[in-house]
């Protein structure tokens, strides 16, 4: 009998391990778990701090858009006053320079608020089977007097397959112009030493087996980027332009990732930048 006692005295210290391990198991788990519940208690706040802000800065914005536009049509009749004076030339030109002047910082205010709400409002889609070929036509028609007007040619190539993709069809209409308005600004105004001035629009689809991708791509052989400015072109109010005001891009980009796509850059120095939009589009069938 006494040569059992030892294995029982072992057998009981064994199970006496187990259960102080299973309890310090358990309470690591619990301290992690309420670790877990903190940290995606402090993300909710965040973001809920996030969307107040979003609100307050948006409802500001349109807040100082109606004052401008009051001011704006004060110094138009302001400007038409003008005419009505009887005053020297020289003076009315002075004058007349000086309400220009601020006509042209009002309509650069207004276009950096416009741009601002598109930017930092909620984008509401309201997708729909879209043809995409049929919208870089309806875009080239739109945007080939303007690039006539800066001596830029426009080359359209549609895909030869139907590319028909779930979208908000002015949403991305607005990327797109977003796009072909920043390969025009990169061309410069034409001059004697302006080379190759084109910009590409062309419509595809990739697929890798049965994973299928619709792909509208804007190029132009401007100037390019560099690794710097191409790291850097998607922060809101980053730009390279005068008078530009740096959010183009990014509404484009967000554009696009509220459809579960992505934008897709490559530039090189003195050859020109090229933009893929790129959107899912549903697998085909077996």
Known sequence: M????????????????????????????????????????????????????????SGLAHEIKNPLSTIGLNIQLLAESLGELAIEADERGRLERRVGSLQREIERLKDILTDFLD???EKKLDPKPTDLNAMVGELADFFHPQADRQSVRLYVTPADESVVAEVDGPLVKQAVLNLLLNALQAMGEPNE???????????????????????????DTGKGMDAETMASIFKPYFTTK???TGLGLPTSRRIVEEHGGRVEVHSELGRGTEFTLVFPLPDEPD
């Open 242 to 244: 005068s008078g530009g």
């Open 193 to 219: 030493q302006s080379g190759t001035r084109e910009i590409y629009l062309r419509t595809e689809i990739a697929a890798d087996g049965d994973h299928r991708e619709a792909r509208l791509r804007v190029a």
């Open 2 to 57: 006494a040569d059992v006692v030892p294995i029982i005295i072992a057998g009981g210290a064994g199970l006496g391990i187990g259960c102080a391990a299973a309890v310090l198991l358990g309470r690591a788990k619990l301290r992690k778990q309420l670790a877990l519940s903190k940290r995606a208690e402090r993300r909710a706040r965040s973001a809920e701090r996030l969307a107040e802000l979003g609100s307050m800065t």
């Open 119 to 121: 930017f930092a409002g």
